[in-house]
């Protein structure tokens, strides 16, 4: 257990639709980052937070957003979802985000999304 | 670019060793992790590198030739439970990690 989590498990969801996932970092990290990875793909990096502010935006579409709250949880709203969107969507913390050991990053177990 | 190679897949034999190459480029360094990912599961955290030279984690060890752009991740006495994905990441001047596509790994009895 790598202390991260995410809610719900799974999703499932029609085309058009708009959900948000939601991510609890561990305790103590002030980073966030969110991940999509599609079957049998890497990883790939959508968004990171720090401290409440954006830090680095990777390849998120403008159908998505994201924000860290002041309790440092962070949501990921996906909107006018497409089948593509079908995805595994992962949630990872670090204390740090400056180079060194403290930057490793500690993933949650995850939100699958059907688009149907 | 920056960019990150490792191969696809490789098969290894169980209680054999394999040895994961990873190569990087990226603008600025500052340090290269492996994550083991079993498949529909979350990545785990397996080593960090930031100086050249071995470190020795029980079965694992990973080793950085910063000079060469180069890390591999070694695995000893392989079990059907190392049977995952093995991603490599390098961290750039941004402290942005880089990401790998990911090495498959089949064990065999």
């Known amino acids: 257990d790598s202390g991260v989590t995410q809610t719900p498990k799974h999703l499932i969801t029609a085309t058009g639709q708009r959900v948000t996932l939601r991510c609890s970092p561990r305790s103590g990290d002030l980073s966030v980052y969110w991940y999509q990875q599609s079957l049998d793909q890497g990883l790939q990096f959508l968004i990171q937070y720090y401290n409440g502010e954006e830090r680095a935006k990777g390849n998120i579409l403008e159908r998505f957003s994201a924000q860290q709250f002041p309790d440092l949880h962070s949501e990921l709203n996906l909107s006018s979802l497409e089948l593509g969107d079908s995805a595994l969507y992962f949630c990872?913390?670090?204390?740090?985000?400056?180079?060194?050991?403290?930057?490793?990053?500690?993933f949650g177990p995850g939100t699958r999304l059907t688009v149907l | 670019g920056q960019n990150i190679d490792q191969p696809t897949e490789m098969t290894a034999t169980e209680g054999a060793i394999v040895q994961i190459n990873c190569t990087y480029q990226?603008?600025?360094?500052?340090?290269l992790f492996w994550y083991q990912q079993h498949a529909g599961e979350a990545p785990t955290f397996l080593s960090y590198n930031v100086l050249d030279g071995l470190e020795e984690k029980g079965r694992f060890s990973s080793f950085l030739s910063r000079s060469k752009g180069y890390s591999y991740l070694l695995l000893k006495e392989l079990q059907m439970k190392d049977s995952a994905s093995y991603l490599c990441?390098?961290?750039?001047?941004?402290?942005?990690?880089?990401w790998g596509a990911g090495t498959k790994l089949i064990i065999k009895p």
């Open positions: 990872a913390s670090s204390e740090g985000t400056s180079g060194g050991p403290t930057d490793t990053q500690y």
């Open positions: 990226t603008s600025g360094f500052n340090g």
């Open positions: 990441a390098a961290m750039d001047s941004n402290y942005q990690l880089i």
